[in-house]
Structures are given as structure tokens and as C-alpha cells.
T-cell receptor, first 115, second 115 residues
Framework: KQEVTQIPAALSVPEGENLVLNCSFT??????LQWFRQDPGKGLTSLLL?????REQTSGRLNASLDKSSGRSTLYIAASQPGDSATYLC??????????????FGGGTRVLVKP | DTEVTQTPKHLVMGMTNKKSLKCEQH?????MYWYKQKAKKPPELMFV???????INESVPSRFSPECPNSSLLNLHLHALQPEDSALYLC??????????????FGPGTRLTVT
């Protein structure tokens, strides 16, 4: 059974500093790994998806890496802004034949970027 | 358009009421998901529908009854709920195409309060 962990649970940084968010998973047979952002009381916004055959993905200030052998993924956010304040969730995908991609979520990292 | 819509946004119901949550997507996705998210916790998978058939039921109590009337719509029928069922209910969708990344797109959620 896949287990996903995110440490730390909360992080506070001054504006302009780079953010490094960690995600670890127990089953290296991961199908893909997806990073989400969630604002309080809102739904999830997909940030990046890394397929199991990839090592990293980039979108603007965001870069996510995947190391299956060590069971780790890292999300980097460059030059953080107050608007980046949110909870960031990673989720490991497990493919179930004819049933879709079953996501197992980590507990999330709550980020506060101080002006 | 990568939008998943959910109605209503908020719902307050008594323990003897019957209500339904609705989810809709027009991305042509053939997998749709229901998640439950308690405060300060990650989402937990409840049900998966693939090609309009229930493919995964994560041992959810029968007071939750999902329905997928067509490829764009997903409903969650609620009956005789308990106060501990109060949560944010999230709907998501993804493709089932072998060449796709199976990225899941989430709706904004329905905030349910059971009194």
C-alpha cells in the first residue's frame, strides 16, 4: 500500500526566498506524481505532473523532480511571493486497470510567504 | 477548458435529510472521482467511475450512493448522514487514454455540514 509523507507540515519564508517542498513515498512502482496547490476552503489546483519515466517537470517558477529509487519528489518554487501562500499537496498515482489513476495524498505542507 | 464544476458550493443538511451533490465536466474524460476531505487533512478517495461504471469503492458507508448518469455527470446521493460526515467533498476527472498523463482535474468542492 502506497504511503506518502510531506515534511515539514508548515513552512514560513520571507518574500523572494526560494521554496523547497519535500514529498516521500513508499512504493517505487509509482505510476506518476502530481503536485497540487490548495487555498483555504477551496479545491485543488494541479501544478505539475511527473510521469514515472520522467525526472523533472518545469512550469514557470515551478520545478518538480522525481527520484523513484529513493522514493522522493521535490517541488521548487523560485523567488517566492505572498501569493504563493497556500497548502501544497503531493499525490502518488497508482494505475488500476480500467479504473483510472488512484491518487494517494501526502498530508500537505502549509506555506506562508511573508512580505 | 480544464474546468470541473460542482454544485452546490455549500450544503447544510439534517441527519434525516436526503440530498445530492453534483459534478460536471466537459473535457471528454471517462474517469470521474469522489474524494472526501476533512479539515486540515488530505483528500481521501471514495469512489471511482470509469466509462460510467463504478470501478473503485473504498469501503464507503452505504449512506453515500454515487451515480454516473452519463460521461459528463457524476452525482453523490446522501441519506441519513452523521455529523462526522461533515467535510469538503471534491470531484475530479481524468482521461483513460493510454497515451495521456492521467492528470486529475479537481472541482472547487462542496462544503457539507451535517447538523
Amino acid at each position: 500500500k502506497q504511503e506518502v509523507t510531506q515534511i515539514p507540515a508548515a513552512l514560513s519564508v520571507p518574500e523572494g526566498e526560494n521554496l523547497v517542498l519535500n514529498c516521500s513515498f513508499t512504493d517505487s512502482a509509482i505510476y506518476n506524481l502530481q503536485w497540487f496547490r490548495q487555498d483555504p476552503g477551496k479545491g485543488l489546483t494541479s501544478l505539475l505532473l511527473i510521469q514515472s519515466s520522467q525526472r523533472e517537470q518545469t512550469s514557470g517558477r515551478l520545478n518538480a523532480s522525481l527520484d523513484k529509487s529513493s522514493g522522493r519528489s521535490t517541488l521548487y518554487i523560485a523567488a517566492s511571493q505572498p501569493g504563493d501562500s497556500a497548502t501544497y499537496l503531493c499525490a502518488g498515482g497508482g494505475w488500476v486497470k480500467a479504473a483510472g489513476n488512484k491518487l494517494t495524498f501526502g498530508g500537505g505542507t502549509r506555506v506562508l510567504v511573508k512580505p | 477548458d480544464t474546468e470541473v464544476t460542482q454544485t452546490p458550493k455549500h450544503l447544510v443538511m439534517g441527519m434525516t435529510n436526503k440530498k445530492s451533490l453534483k459534478c460536471e465536466q466537459h473535457m471528454g474524460h471517462r474517469a470521474m472521482y469522489w474524494y472526501k476531505q476533512k479539515a486540515k487533512k488530505p483528500p481521501e478517495l471514495m469512489f471511482v467511475y470509469s466509462y460510467e461504471k463504478l470501478s473503485i469503492n473504498e469501503s464507503v458507508p452505504s449512506r453515500f450512493s454515487p451515480e454516473c448518469p452519463n460521461s459528463s455527470l457524476l452525482n453523490l446521493h446522501l441519506h441519513a448522514l452523521q455529523p462526522e460526515d461533515s467535510a469538503l467533498y471534491l470531484c475530479a476527472s481524468s482521461t483513460l487514454l493510454a497515451v495521456s498523463s492521467y492528470e486529475q482535474y479537481f472541482g472547487p468542492g462542496t462544503r457539507l455540514t451535517v447538523t
